[in-house]
């Protein structure tokens, strides 16, 4: 009768201890199923954040040209200046036999064509800031290299300067010479809108020698992809002195 009498007691106290280790199993399951569970979540932040810039590349990089900026119409774009081109290898300043050269003085601003730096910018960018822009001189010779040249002055917004940037990155697989740059002031002022277009055209093709090419300048007020793209369909850069030099 007395080991009936034990084992009743123990068997609630097993019982207790069974239900206790379960509750614990259960527990932990549970801590671990949060802990994998945020471990989940953090690793996909982990990688969206690591996406996001490339997916923000790639839609910029798809980017419809004609979604930059405002439409054609409301940039307000004035018609194609030709300027009589002039400086075709004209070369001065550095590196040049006139190396005290330092500064040019264009007949418009921005200059279409004329005497220039030794050495251009090259196209290994398409974009400058206000802070790093080249001097005018050296980019007036990427234009005899067939560049079309978006030039900002410094009535245009940060929110503008944006869009040309995304323009530039989207723009040059269409037009492999295109550069924005900024303009200074100091060097003349636009004489209408914010916004200058310029590209260096040779003599069309059977043209008496000697017979000088045309540059070409556009002004608009905003930024606007379609205006800039019909300036770069028009005239493109195989049609420049030099388009294969870099």
């Known amino acids: 009768m007395a080991s009936k009498a034990k084992k009743s007691v123990a ?9 206790l280790r379960a509750q614990q199993k259960a527990s932990e399951r549970k801590r671990t199923m949060l802990i994998v569970g945020i471990a989940a979540v953090v690793g996909l ?3 969206g ?14 980017r419809p040209v004609a979604d930059f900026g405002v439409s054609a119409a409301a940039a307000n774009c004035g018609e194609v200046i030709d300027d009589p081109a002039t400086g075709a290898n004209d ?11 330092t500064t040019i003085e264009y007949a418009t601003a921005p200059p279409s064509s004329g005497q220039h730096f030794g050495v251009s910018s090259g196209f290994a960018r398409n974009f400058y800031t206000r802070d790093d822009t080249p001097p005018v001189e050296n980019l007036v010779h990427n234009l005899e290299h067939g560049a079309t040249i978006v030039w900002y002055d410094d009535a245009v917004s940060d929110e503008e300067v944006d869009e040309l940037e995304g ?3 989207r723009i040059t697989a269409d037009a492999p010479k295109f550069i924005v740059a900024a303009w200074s002031s100091e060097r003349g002022d636009f004489p209408e809108g914010s916004i200058a277009m310029s590209h260096w055209s040779d003599a069309p093709e059977g043209s008496a020698e ?19 793209n019909e300036f770069v369909v028009e005239f493109p850069y195989t049609d420049s002195p030099e388009p294969n030099a870099g």
Do not use: K, M
């Open 91 to 101: 070369h001065v300043g550095p590196g040049t036999a006139t190396p005290d050269v």
């Open 210 to 228: 000697g017979t000088p090419g045309t540059g070409h300048r556009q002004y608009c007020e905003q930024v606007s992809g379609e205006a800039i």
């Open 167 to 169: 323009l530039a990155n």
């Open 49 to 62: 954040l690591a996406a996001f810039p490339l997916y923000q590349q790639w839609q910029e990089g798809n």
């Open 11 to 19: 068997d609630p106290r097993r019982a207790r201890l069974d239900e």
């Open 45 to 47: 932040l982990i990688i």
